[in-house]
């Protein structure tokens, strides 16, 4: 991990190299401890557990917990409410999650369960308006949703996708609210030739999942955000390698035709204001990271 501190002029100085274990496949940040200062979370896929860096040692000393089987990828936040971020690892080599809820001293109270072969994606949301993060993630062919009981414990899986297709995975999952009835809705990409839309309803069922095609083979990430600041939520994908494309929602669960960003390689992206401008800019990842601000 190569960590750049930033400056008030939006420039970096006084670059930090920690270790973050074996095969650092994901990496998120967190206050793990509730003191106040952020920690840095790391899954370590060759060695089955996942590596803290703690932020009051400026992230010099470290801790490990283990997980699943080969954990690739991780969500991190406060799932029993104590102010202690929480997190949750999707493990491809057993086909299991790895729930971590922080003790109250030290270390984690850990829950792995097994979710389905093809397992390969996670994501915390609160789905019911009740105020704490509920657990989506994939396996065996179903997007499944699980509950969250208020302490950090978990009910039995809710099936809100079944694959059409067999044990085709779920590799990406956004969740936003993207018909504006105040309830969160649920994006995520079938395989990589599909998106798919699962829309909530007020009675707390979920909507026939809506299938949309895209270039067979290519879609890789799907976040959602409200990109041209219209006050609605939009999708941001990765088709292929050379393209990143916006769909702009309409407010009431319908999307515009892709607008196609050509990039030279895209392996990645996140969305931010970089420029604290108010505008939300893209960053991508390749053969070269480039920054695309937005121009209003």
Same mark, same amino acid.
């Not at 790895?98 to 270390?107: A, F, L, M």
């Not at 009910?155 to 067999?166: D, H, K």
């Not at 026939?208 to 941001?236: C, W, Y």
């Given at each position: &991990? ?12 006084? %670059? ?6 074996? !095969? ?16 840095? &979370? ?6 089955? @557990? ?8 400026? +992230?010099?000393? +470290? ?18 409410? #104590?102010?202690? #971020? ?31 072969? !093809? ?11 009740? /105020?704490?993060? #509920? ?6 062919? @179903? ?6 009981? /208020? ?10 996708? %079944?694959?059409?297709? !067999? ?9 936003? #609210? ?16 599909? &998106?798919?839309?699962?829309? @909530?309803?007020? +009675? /707390? ?37 050379? *393209? ?18 050509? *990039? ?13 401008? !108010? ?18």
């Amino acid at each position: &991990m190569v960590s750049r501190l930033g400056t008030s002029s939006g420039s970096f100085y006084n %670059t930090q190299t920690r270790t973050m274990g074996d !095969g650092p496949t994901a990496i998120k940040m967190g206050d793990f401890n509730n003191d106040g200062i952020t920690d840095i &979370m790391a899954t370590n896929l060759n060695k089955d @557990r996942v590596r803290i860096r703690w932020g009051h040692s400026n +992230w010099q000393n +470290w801790s490990f917990y283990s997980t699943g089987d080969g954990p690739r990828e991780l969500v991190v936040g406060d799932l029993n409410g #104590d102010g202690r #971020d929480d997190f949750v690892t999707a493990n491809t080599g057993d086909d299991t999650i790895t729930i971590g809820v922080k003790r109250s001293g030290s270390g984690f109270r850990l829950n792995t369960l097994y979710v389905g072969t !093809g397992n390969s994606s996670v994501a915390l949301a609160d789905m019911n308006n009740d /105020g704490d993060l #509920d657990i989506l993630h994939d396996g065996a062919g @179903r997007l499944r949703l699980r509950l969250n009981n /208020g302490s950090g414990s978990f009910g039995s899986p809710i099936t809100l996708v %079944t694959s059409p297709t !067999g044990n085709t995975s779920f590799p990406s999952i956004a969740v936003a #609210d993207v018909d504006g009835d105040g309830f969160r809705d649920v994006v995520a990409n079938h395989g990589y030739d599909d &998106m798919v839309l699962v829309r @909530r309803t007020a +009675w /707390g069922q979920y909507r026939t999942p809506e299938f949309a095609a895209v270039n067979p083979g290519s879609l890789r990430k799907i976040q959602i955000h409200d990109m041209d600041d219209d006050g609605h939520r939009d999708i941001v994908t990765i088709e292929g390698t050379t *393209t990143i494309n916006i769909y702009l929602g309409n407010g009431n669960g319908t999307f515009s035709s892709a607008n196609v960003i050509d *990039t030279p390689t895209t392996f990645d992206f996140e969305v931010a204001d970089f420029n604290n401008d !108010g505008f939300l800019d893209l960053l991508h990842s390749g053969n070269q990271t480039r920054l695309l601000l937005a121009n209003p």
